[in-house]
């Protein structure tokens, strides 16, 4: 069993919609919560960065962590074509860089 | 502020062959991180290095290795090359704290062995 689950999708929205995207985690130890979006052939770019349980909102994007539940959320609100990407969730337990990434969910808006 | 840059872009190699990778970091970051991203296995860490020195290493065989020099600039090797290691290996940068660290990355170098 992975450290980290997140379903691979894909996940095909109409424009405008509301985007919902989670993982599921087994270590109890994780703190730093990230979400990263990647572009085809691009590197993954940090999108929230969340440390410890509770909510926290950038834009169009809110991040939810449920340490209780070892559950983590990304919502995306009127979500447009540019939104059209790879989203990994991604987390670590402190100390150094070592992050372990979920599967990555692969995202489709259409207009 | 210019991000992440790693060289080359591409590369294509033969089986048995080596090598080379570099990354540098953003302007001021210490810390170097790179990870290997396959379609089978995803996105999995290889080492860290901060201050020329690595500190942290994932499961990975010895023919993966690195260095760092002193402007923070870092270099990843594969020796030996197998078809497997084909993949996209990604170079990440931080300012090099300890815990609450943003890993930045860059934009990959794609490896293909044939």
């Known amino acids: 069993q992975k450290e980290v689950e997140q379903d691979p999708g894909p996940l095909s929205v109409p424009e405008g919609a509301i985007v919902s995207l989670n993982c599921t985690y087994s270590n109890s130890a994780f703190q730093y919560f990230m979400w990263y979006r990647q572009y085809s052939r691009k590197g993954p770019e940090l999108l929230m960065y969340t440390y410890s349980s509770g909510n926290k909102e950038d834009g169009r994007f809110t991040a939810q962590v449920d340490k209780s539940s070892k559950y983590i959320s990304l919502f995306i609100r009127d979500s447009q074509p540019s939104d059209s990407a790879t989203y990994l969730c991604?987390?670590?337990?402190?100390?150094?860089?070592?992050?372990?990434f979920g599967a990555g969910t692969r995202l489709a808006v259409h207009p | 502020k210019a991000g992440v840059t790693q060289t080359p872009r591409y590369l294509i190699k033969t089986r048995g062959q080596q090598v080379t990778l570099s990354c540098s970091p953003i302007?001021?970051?210490?810390?170097v991180s790179w990870y290997q991203q396959t379609p089978g296995q995803g996105l999995q860490f290889l080492f860290e290095?901060?201050?020329?020195?690595?500190?942290n290493k994932g499961n990975f065989p010895g023919r993966f290795s690195g260095r760092q020099f002193s402007n923070s600039r870092s270099e990843m090797n594969v020796s030996t090359l197998e078809l497997g290691d084909s993949a996209l290996y990604l170079c990440?940068?931080?300012?090099?704290?300890?815990?609450?660290?943003?890993?930045?990355f860059g934009s990959g170098t794609q490896l293909s062995v044939l």
């Open positions: 302007s001021g970051h210490r810390s």
């Open positions: 991604a987390m670590k337990a402190g100390g150094y860089n070592k992050l372990i």
């Open positions: 990440a940068s931080s300012l090099g704290g300890y815990t609450d660290e943003k890993l930045f």
């Open positions: 290095y901060f201050s020329e020195t690595q500190r």
